[in-house]
Structures are given as structure tokens and as C-alpha cells.
T-cell receptor
Framework: EPEVTQTPSHQVTQMGQEVILRCVPI?????FYWYRQILGQKVEFLVS????????KSEIFDDQFSVERPDGSNFTLKIRSTKLEDSAMYFC????????????FGPGTRLTVT | KQEVTQIPAALSVPEGENLVLNCSFT??????LQWFRQDPGKGLTSLLL?????REQTSGRLNASLDKSSGRSTLYIAASQPGDSATYLC???????????FGQGTRLTINP
């Protein structure tokens, strides 16, 4: 069964460093998403991406964040200058359409900023 | 503001009991509602998806119901087992948006 994959599973970085989190969505899906979950808190939406542009973003997704689909299979989340409060589990998801279509989640990348 | 709330935050029951987890949401205009399971430190496993036109969905020992008019969903787990111990998350896709809005989860412990 097709699944969303994410790499790395765990990344440790120092405050102020740039990180890139990688995702491979399900191959025929058109919509891609990033969510994050700070330890002990709710899962929060960051951004959705369709047709090579951001289709929706939350107030969390500020200028520090960017997303890209650099080729036909990968979808990346970049954090330019990490802060301690960026430490969280980051989940990638994809769906074959927007709106009422099911979102399929990857296993997550745990980001630890020291 | 579109919000999702889950009560209780934690639940502990003996093995074999049937149980119900609750989810409420603030706006009845939804596309769908998903229930997820999350084990400690792990990812999200989708359990059931209910479209707005549906009243319930079943998968094995799990049954999820949806009442849009009252803004409620329940997840019923029959004959609970220790392996069901996890956090259960409810997430709503409200109309007009692409994002899922998550509840804070119910941490379920099944005691042998």
C-alpha cells in the first residue's frame, strides 16, 4: 500500500541553523501539507501546497518557513534560522484532491533545537 | 473560530470494557472528520474517516458516528484490549479550508 515517507526520523540542530525536512508524498497525490506537534500540545496546521504554490497557510508559517517541491517526488519544509520553540514533531501529509479527500500522514520527523 | 474539543483528556478502563470517546466541533459545515491513533512519540495512524454525508463508519471493533447538526462525533471501541492503549485524536476538515483542525486528544489506558 502506498505511504508517505519522511526523512530524517530525528534531526538535532543548533539554534540559528537552517534545517530542511523531507517528505515523499504518495505518488499520484496533488495536495501536500505540513503539520507540527509540539510535545504535549495539539497537532497544528502549517501549510498546504498545490500546483507548485502555497494554497493555505497558518499564522505560524511566517517568513522563517518555506516549502518547495524540488522535483516530481519530494516535498520539503525549510526553517531558515531555527529557534528553541521550533522543537516539535513535523508531519507531512498528502491527498489526491483538496477539500473532502482523506489526508495521509507520514511517520514524522522529530526536530530538536538546542 | 473553528475549534475541535475532545473530552475526557484521559481515560483508564479495565480490559474487555466497551468505551466511547467524544469529539465536538464548533461549525457544522464540514467536509469530513477523521479519527487517528497516536502511540507515544510516534506518528498518526488513521483509523476512520467519516464524510459529511455519512452518519457512521465501522472498522473491526471501532465504530465512529457523526452528528453534524450538534457538532459531535463519537468513537466507540468494543471489547477493549491493552493494545488499544494510545492517544486518540479527532480532526475536522471544515468547509472552505484544506487544513485539518485537531482536538487535543484522549489518552486511553486499558488495564489488563
Amino acid at each position: 500500500e502506498p505511504e508517505v515517507t519522511q526523512t530524517p526520523s530525528h534531526q538535532v540542530t543548533q539554534m540559528g541553523q537552517e534545517v530542511i525536512l523531507r517528505c515523499v508524498p504518495i505518488s499520484n497525490h496533488l495536495y501536500f501539507y505540513w503539520y507540527r506537534q509540539i510535545l504535549g500540545q495539539k497537532v497544528e496546521f502549517l501549510v498546504s501546497f498545490y500546483n507548485n504554490e502555497i494554497s493555505e497557510k497558518s499564522e505560524i508559517f511566517d517568513d522563517q518557513f518555506s516549502v518547495e517541491r524540488p522535483d516530481g517526488s519530494n516535498f520539503t519544509l525549510k526553517i531558515r534560522s531555527t529557534k528553541l520553540e521550533d522543537s516539535a514533531m513535523y508531519f507531512c501529509a498528502s491527498s489526491d484532491q483538496g477539500g473532502p479527500y482523506e489526508q495521509y500522514f507520514g511517520p514524522g520527523t522529530r526536530l530538536t533545537v538546542t | 473560530k473553528q475549534e475541535v474539543t475532545q473530552i475526557p483528556a484521559a481515560l483508564s478502563v479495565p480490559e474487555g470494557e466497551n468505551l466511547v470517546l467524544n469529539c465536538s466541533f464548533t461549525d457544522s459545515a464540514i467536509y469530513n472528520l477523521q479519527w487517528f491513533r497516536q502511540d507515544p512519540g510516534k506518528g498518526l495512524t488513521s483509523l476512520l474517516l467519516i464524510q459529511s454525508s455519512q452518519r457512521e463508519q465501522t472498522s473491526g471493533r471501532l465504530n465512529a458516528s457523526l452528528d453534524k447538526s450538534s457538532g459531535r462525533s463519537t468513537l466507540y471501541i468494543a471489547a477493549s484490549q491493552p493494545g488499544d492503549s494510545a492517544t486518540y485524536l479527532c480532526a475536522v476538515n471544515f468547509q472552505g479550508a484544506q487544513k485539518l483542525v485537531f482536538g487535543q486528544g484522549t489518552r486511553l489506558t486499558i488495564n489488563p
